[in-house]
């Protein structure tokens, strides 16, 4: 639709060089305009929107092939560049036959020409099962999800990616056996602001400029914050007690200083359109650095 073709025009724009996105969202107008203008497309296959019994789909070895080639085709129907693999809730048990089943994608998507790459949490204990070794010798690239350190459902406010949080998540990745030339880092172009009221904890996600007109309107104090290095706020409005670690142009400089001092092979972003423009003269230099 026209919401889409914006977007494709907007990611050549701002020189984007890959968009990741849900087949149902784009339709053939939208990737006929992606194509035009030399952008990669890859689809995402997701578990996030939908409750999926990952254990049933994976775990047979015939229904996991049937679930492989299904992707492919789809893939190869729709002249996708890559498909991209983001499932959220695997769980211990099914560790392994998630591991196999991105053997298995990889082997048929290396044979179509299809680039393969799978999304990541950044490691803990709690996620070894995921087998970022092993998927960084079968995938294309390994993406690490560097934010949601405090998430939509934390009860605890705080940053969404604070720079140890960023630099942890792409060093441990390293350390499991994902090599720097196969790792990408995803940072955010969006922020929380967080409610503490009747001592209950809440927030909300906004881009960076409708987080910048919440600080402007509401007459908030922004502090540089080394810990973090983000700029820190916070409020007491009404009976609730408001605060911030805010994205922008300087914590998005640091999180690409550390991306580039361990060499890895480049940047992505949770999403495209939650960004300042200036934002993009800074990937630009990190880009070409």
Same mark, same amino acid.
């Given at each position: 639709d026209e919401d889409n073709i914006k977007i494709a025009r907007m990611a050549k724009e701002k020189g984007v060089n890959?968009?990741?996105?849900?087949?149902? &969202? @784009?339709?053939? /107008?939208?990737?006929?305009?992606?194509?035009?203008?030399?952008? %990669?497309?890859? !689809? $995402?296959?997701t578990d996030v929107d939908n409750s999926v019994d990952l254990e049933a789909v994976l775990g047979v070895t015939e229904t996991r092939r049937a679930f492989v080639d299904r992707l492919v085709a789809s893939a190869l129907e729709y002249d996708l560049d890559g498909?991209?693999?983001?499932?959220?809730?695997?769980? !211990? &048990?099914?560790? =392994?036959?998630?591991?196999?089943?991105l053997r298995e994608l990889s082997i048929q998507t290396h044979a179509n020409g299809l680039v393969l790459s799978?999304?990541?949490?950044? =490691?803990?204990?709690?996620?070894?099962?995921?087998?970022?070794? %092993?998927q960084g010798l079968v995938v294309d690239y390994v993406v690490v999800m560097g934010y949601d350190e405090h998430w939509g459902g934390s009860d605890i406010a705080g940053s969404v990616?604070?720079?140890?949080?960023?630099?942890g998540g792409i060093q441990r990745t390293i350390a499991a056996g994902v090599a720097p030339e196969k790792l990408i880092n995803a940072i955010p172009f969006y922020t929380r602001i967080?409610?503490?009221?009747?001592? @209950? @904890?809440?927030s909300e996600a906004l881009g960076m400029n409708a987080a910048k007109k919440w600080v402007d309107e509401n007459g908030v104090e922004l502090i540089w914050d080394n810990t973090t290095c983000q700029y820190y706020g916070e409020a007491q409005i009404g009976g609730a007690y408001y605060q911030i670690w805010i994205e922008e142009e300087e914590s998005i400089q640091t999180k690409l200083n550390v991306m580039q001092s361990?060499? $890895? !092979?480049?940047?992505?972003?949770?999403?495209?359109?939650?960004? /300042? =423009?200036?934002?993009?003269?800074?990937?630009? !230099?990190?880009?070409?650095?």
């Open positions: 890959r968009v990741i996105a849900r087949l149902s &969202e @784009v339709d053939s /107008k939208t990737l006929t305009e992606f194509n035009e203008k030399g952008i %990669e497309v890859w !689809a $995402v296959c498909i991209n693999i983001d499932f959220e809730t695997v769980k !211990a &048990e099914t560790g =392994p036959d998630y591991v196999q089943f799978v999304d990541n949490y950044a =490691p803990t204990a709690s996620t070894e099962h995921y087998g970022r070794g %092993e990616a604070s720079i140890d949080f960023v630099e967080w409610k503490t009221e009747g001592g @209950v @904890v809440s361990n060499q $890895v !092979a480049g940047v992505a972003a949770w999403k495209l359109g939650f960004e /300042k =423009p200036e934002i993009w003269q800074i990937i630009y !230099a990190y880009q070409n650095s």
